[in-house]
């Protein structure tokens, strides 16, 4: 089962996959988009570009290539924002005490981008220096998003935005935490 994960098919596959999600999710970002201002743009769509990276990874695999900063990038923002976006998923849920068949499609979705992220680790050429770009963009991002207000609107959780924003943080550290231990077990294994 394992070997099929990193059959050259299933990697197009999973490309192909990727590409069309990361299509849908920027736009469905499409209207908060429009109402963003042009210097925060690239810090709104958070998943997709998080699936961008995944699928750039898997393009520049394919062809043989690959990038430790793409990839790391990858694993950290795979992971946060599959999470984050599972989280707040069941959230509205509890808030709303319903959920969209879209939230459920999400739910589906980004948890599946949080374990993708972390199978294809053993693919992964990251190391200490590309994870500490990684997380400065992930953290940075979140001073864009509860500093700045520029956080992935989701109806009634705006008056949760500050315990979301403390979350997002924390979650952020865990996601750079898994980045560094799912990459670097080889590494870790030489030394002891």
Do not use: C
């Not at 972390?118 to 200490?128: E, N, S």
């Not at 001073?143 to 500050?162: A, E, H, T």
Request: net charge positive.
């Amino acid at each position: 089962m394992y070997h099929l994960l990193f059959h050259r098919y299933s990697i197009m596959l999973l490309f192909i996959i990727n590409l069309f999600g990361t299509i849908y999710g920027y736009m469905w970002y499409g209207w908060q988009l429009e109402i963003t201002p042009a210097i925060f743009l690239p810090f709104v769509p958070d998943s997709p570009t998080a699936s961008l990276f995944f699928t750039i990874f898997l393009g520049l695999f394919l062809i043989g290539k690959q990038n430790g900063y793409i990839e790391a990038l990858a694993v950290v923002s795979l992971f946060k924002y599959g999470i984050w976006a599972v989280v707040m998923n069941l959230l509205t849920l509890a808030v709303n005490g319903t959920l969209s068949w879209q939230g459920y499609m999400l739910i589906a979705s980004h948890l599946a981008m949080a374990v993708q992220g972390i199978l294809y680790a053993p693919l992964y050429r990251v190391k200490l220096r590309h994870l500490a770009v990684a997380a400065i963009v992930v953290l940075h991002n979140d001073i864009i998003d509860y500093v700045f207000g520029m956080m992935p609107i989701y109806g009634n959780l705006m008056d949760y935005m500050q315990v979301i924003g403390y979350f997002t943080f924390w979650l952020s550290i865990v996601s750079i935490l898994v980045g560094y231990f799912v990459t670097q077990r080889n590494s870790l294994r030489n030394k002891y």
